[in-house]
């Protein structure tokens, strides 16, 4: 069994920063690429971005471009999703997946992942 455990989230201001943490527990060495997504009211899963197992390879939606950072602490067995100069179209519930596949097909699609958490609720006020 695996679990992960987002917390971060919350209310902030336009142009403002969140740093969201995604701590992975059990079988944690089946878990190699991790992603973030998020889910606005209405709309469908989306993709965030998402890191290999080591860290040397990141991908990022367009939308966040430049504005956020993906990161892992393999130690810590934790990883982050730094948001910076956050918009109210960012509003949402924020997911973290895990892909227990030694090898990342597609870091983009919901399909490519096994394990999920419960989410974290971000809201950016205007």
């Known amino acids: 069994q695996v679990q992960l455990v987002e917390s971060g989230g919350g209310l902030v201001q336009a142009g403002g920063s969140l740093r969201l943490s995604c701590a992975v527990s059990?079988?944690?060495?089946?878990?190699?690429?991790m992603g973030w997504f998020r889910q606005a009211p209405g709309k469908e899963r989306e993709f965030v971005a998402a890191?290999?197992?080591?860290?040397?390879?990141?991908w990022y939606a367009d939308s966040v471009k430049g504005r956020f950072t993906i990161s892992r602490d393999n130690a810590k067995n934790t990883v982050y999703l730094q948001m910076n100069s956050l918009k109210p179209e960012d509003t949402a519930v924020y997911y973290c997946?895990?892909?227990?596949?030694?090898?990342?097909?597609?870091?983009?699609?919901?399909?490519?992942?096994?394990?999920w958490g419960q989410g974290t609720q971000v809201t950016v006020s205007s």
């Open positions: 059990g079988r944690t060495f089946s878990v190699y690429a």
């Open positions: 890191i290999n197992w080591s860290g040397s390879t990141t």
């Open positions: 997946a895990g892909d227990n596949g030694h090898t990342v097909q597609d870091p983009r699609s919901l399909h490519e992942y096994d394990y």
